[in-house]
């Protein structure tokens, strides 16, 4: 008598640790790509300044005004006189004419205040820091320019011939000026651009830097 086959058991996926029980190690989900991996790059802006001693500055000098000007209104409200300032301030303005000298020059420092907290307010300031190119949304990362222009210099002097270098970092445009006591000063101003196009790449920066290289003899002693 034959007995019949016992049936095949069931198939379990194969889990993994924190994979997908579906696939398991190895398989083509293992290849497939992250959603992070193909979101665009954030727009880098440059830094604000916090610019605490003029937000300081300012602060004091509307409160002590106010508040000035709020104990002379108080004291008029109680039946006594008006401050000898105020009086004549009041009095100023409704006797001098417009065209009179103080007036015009009390005018002109009011507009220069103005101008100056609003170019203070619409600009990022930070001059110093050069933004880096952000890797992660939710890092920024910045580069002080003196920093830049220290491992530059470090790069430049390794170039072979190189004397002395002087390097100068700006927001858009690197400035060297270097010395070299031998060897060809084209040879030289060429391997010193190979060298700081590739340090700059290394720096990460945000925006790109122009790269302008002047290569001189050292002056002869007398």
Do not use: N
Not at 169 to 175: E, P
């Amino acid at each position: 008598m034959t007995t019949p086959p016992e049936p095949l058991p069931a198939h379990e996926p194969t889990r993994t640790r924190g994979g997908d029980p579906d696939f398991p190690s190895g398989s083509p989900s293992d290849d497939l790509p992250l959603l992070d991996d193909a979101a665009p790059a954030p727009r880098v802006r440059r830094f604000w300044s916090v610019r605490r001693i003029p937000a300081a500055v300012l602060a004091a000098l509307v409160l002590g005004g106010a508040g000035l000007l709020l104990y002379d209104v108080a004291a008029v409200r109680a039946d006594r006189r008006a401050m000898a300032w105020r009086r004549e301030l009041a009095d100023g303005l409704a006797t001098r004419p417009l065209d009179d000298t103080w007036v015009v020059v009390g005018a002109a420092v009011a507009v220069v205040l103005g101008l100056w907290l609003l170019i203070l307010a619409s600009t990022p300031g930070l001059r110093a820091v050069l933004p880096m190119r952000r890797e992660h949304a939710d890092v920024r990362a910045g580069l002080d320019r003196e920093a830049a222009a220290l491992a530059l210099r470090d790069r430049a002097m390794e170039v072979s011939g190189v004397q002395s270098v002087r390097v100068r970092v700006g927001r858009a445009k690197v400035a060297v000026k270097a010395v070299s006591h031998f060897r060809a000063l084209d040879e030289v101003r060429a391997d010193v651009e190979t060298a700081l196009a590739a340090g700059v790449d290394e720096l990460a920066l945000a925006h790109p830097l122009a790269l302008t290289v002047r290569v001189a003899r050292p002056p002869r002693k007398a």
